[in-house]
């Protein structure tokens, strides 16, 4: 039976769904231009992640990978910093350090990554554990796919999870080519896995963002309540966006629109100073990192034009 | 004042640290019920409780990712490998993980974790109980690297690395865990990271070390007194940072080096401050800067007395960059 409540939230994650897709657009551009280096679409795997985020509270921390990236909008991050960050731009509240799709948004609890998959999960254990020892009403997820499946981190994240009870939930999304799924992670399945350390399995299909809600909302509950850790198995196959309605043009336009703007404006303002290049390295620059910046900004003066006097 | 070894320091800079801040964990391989293969954490679980000071899994790449974790959520996470040579399997998160935290987050995400772990030879450990790692260490930016040589820097240089905001790799000398003994405060204190100490004043040469090594300076530098020759020693007590200040005014007033350390010569930390002083400091230099250290092999089983630097071997460098 649908319900206000539910038709509210369905709307919202098509809206979602469809800004995401507005992004995979925009990134592509970006990238054809040389512009982004690096950047991973979405597109089909939106109702894990918006789904996912329908179903946790804003105290909850979020642990993605670079397909992830664009989380932290939905977290309070602005479009403006967001941008900054994917294109390496001044103004970067990351102030241009990271690969984009890698930053992070701390107002927001999304947590940064690095490109070895499956590092995450262990941080996201942590993460789990510690709000248990603090007796915070709140748990951390963390999504994944069949490359970090098959790392020792994998492993050693769940087996800590298990043993210590953390408030963890641990997001498989699979590829939607079961070969390819294969050649990583073998037949063994998810259920199959998470049962053999002793954690709760669930599946879900990805192409149902509001079934996908529900199931991390439950997941979400019981890590809270020190219920230990969930690994849900979520599946990729169907158009998420479909079962919702399909696209919304206009909103998917005036985001290309607005998102093209930014990006010009960003432009304009050039790549971060170069001082920044030593900044956040430690919490106070030791000296011998201080001399180093002083030559290099020496350097840098005396060979602006790129060429010997 | 009471007298402790370095096991005592540090089990005591521990017991303050976990009093005092209830932000600080301690955990690792036995280190709970146990109180730790070399006793460093004996007790704390008792009376800090098994929340506080708890028992791991044996997975280093576990222990630190936990402790990363940890520590971006704002905890003060103290883990204990429990011998330096098996933290290579937590190479990865220490690497790229714990050291970049702060870098690739542009500050939103400090990472301060306090690696506590044991290193070094002279207790007939083989390949896999005395290696000294610290160079793969100290040439990741992000990361301290901090080593004590006695009861009194253990427990200032451990309690200063709980405080610090950035991760720190915390080694420590366990040949002389029992044998060092010093009058040490019983309440908390903290010695300044990136300070050495002049362990000796002299005049003829400096000897540059750090970790159980010390010791092995110290006895050298009778030696050679006996023989009328005056070695200053520095006592590093941090790689990174390095105090620079203090090397370079030693260098400058002898004009001789000799640097020791216990990890293969190879790429090891002496070939870096080698070259600070050479850069530095190269018109005030004698003779040319002399290295005792491990040898280029995998750390020996039956010879590891003839592999490891010591007092004899320093006194003979020694007197040769005197007679350059």
């Known amino acids: 039976m649908k319900t206000k409540n539910s038709e509210e939230l369905a709307s919202r994650l098509r809206e979602g769904i469809v800004r995401s897709r507005a992004i995979d657009e925009a990134l592509t551009r970006l990238a054809k231009r040389g512009l982004v280096g690096m950047h991973a679409p979405a597109t089909g795997y939106e109702g894990h992640i918006y789904g996912a985020l329908a179903g946790l509270s804003p105290n909850d921390w979020l642990f993605g990978d670079p397909r992830l990236a664009r989380i932290g909008l939905d977290r309070g991050q602005s479009l403006r910093d967001w941008l900054a960050q994917m294109l390496g731009l001044a103004g970067s509240s990351d102030l241009g350090h990271s690969t984009p799709g890698e930053h992070s948004a701390r107002a927001g609890r999304v947590v940064s990554t690095s490109s070895l998959m499956g590092t995450q999960l262990g941080h996201a254990m942590g993460v789990g554990h510690a709000m248990r020892l603090r007796g915070e009403d709140a748990c951390a997820l963390a999504w994944f796919g069949p490359a970090a499946a098959a790392t020792g981190d994998f492993h050693v994240a769940l087996n800590f999870a298990a043993v210590y009870k953390t408030a963890t939930v641990f997001y498989y999304c699979s590829s939607g080519d079961a070969a390819a799924d294969e050649e990583r992670i073998g037949k063994a399945t998810m259920e199959a896995r998470g049962t053999g350390y002793g954690i709760r399995v669930v599946s879900v299909d990805g192409g149902d963002p509001l079934a996908v809600a529900a199931c991390v909302t439950e997941a979400a509950l019981l890590a809270r309540s020190g219920d230990g850790p969930t690994l849900i198995d979520g599946r990729t196959g169907s158009d998420p966006l479909e079962s919702l309605g399909g696209d919304l043009p206009l909103i998917r336009n005036n985001l290309n629109t607005e998102i093209d703007t930014l990006v010009e404006e960003l432009l304009a303002e050039g790549p971060p100073k170069s001082e920044t290049l030593f900044a956040e390295v430690w919490a106070e620059m030791p000296s011998r990192l201080a001399e180093q910046q002083t030559q290099h900004l020496s350097h840098t003066a005396r060979f602006s034009s790129g060429e010997v006097d | ?324």
């Not at chain 2, 040439?139 to 451990?158: C, E, F, I, N």
């Not at chain 2, 040949?175 to 004043?201: C, F, H, M, Q």
């Not at chain 2, 040469?205 to 010791?215: D, E, F, K, P, S």
């Not at chain 2, 050298?220 to 007590?237: P, Q, T």
């Open chain 2, 1 to 324: 004042m009471p007298t402790m070894n370095i096991i005592q320091a540090v089990n005591s800079a521990l017991d303050l640290a976990l009093g005092s801040d209830e932000d600080v964990f301690v955990f690792g391989e036995d280190v709970g019920k146990f109180g730790g293969v070399f006793r460093a954490t004996d007790g704390l679980q008792a009376t800090h409780g098994d929340h506080r000071v708890f028992d791991t899994p044996l997975s280093e790449g576990g222990i630190i990712g936990m402790a990363i974790g940890m520590a971006i959520y704002g905890l003060k996470p103290v883990p204990e490998i429990q011998f330096s040579d098996f933290i290579y399997p937590a190479f990865d998160q220490i690497v790229n993980e714990m050291a970049k935290f702060r870098y690739r987050s542009g500050g939103e995400y400090p990472c301060p974790v306090t690696i506590r772990t044991p290193f070094g030879g002279g207790i007939r450990g083989g390949h896999y109980h005395s290696q000294s790692p610290e160079a793969y260490f100290a040439h990741t930016a992000g990361l301290k690297v901090v080593v004590p040589s006695d009861p009194y820097t253990a427990k200032g240089l451990l309690l200063a690395s709980i405080a610090d905001p950035d991760p720190v790799i915390f080694l420590e000398p366990k040949r002389v865990y029992r044998a060092s003994r010093a009058e040490v405060p019983e309440e908390a204190y903290t010695l300044p990271i990136g300070k050495a100490a002049i362990d000796r004043e002299g005049s003829d040469l400096t000897v540059i070390t750090y970790g159980a090594m010390l010791h092995e300076a110290r006895r050298a530098a009778d030696l050679l007194a006996e023989n009328d020759i005056s070695a200053e020693v520095i006592d590093l007590r941090s790689l990174v940072p390095l105090d620079e200040e203090t090397i370079l005014e030693s260098v400058k007033k002898t004009g001789r080096v000799v640097i020791v350390h216990e990890a293969a010569r190879t790429c090891g930390f002496g070939g870096e401050l080698a070259a600070i002083i050479a850069e530095k400091a190269l018109l005030h230099l004698e003779a040319p800067i002399l290295r005792v250290t491990g040898y280029d092999t995998p750390f020996p089983f039956t010879l590891e007395q003839q592999y490891l630097p010591d007092a004899l071997k320093i006194f003979e460098a020694c007197e040769t960059t005197i007679d350059f």
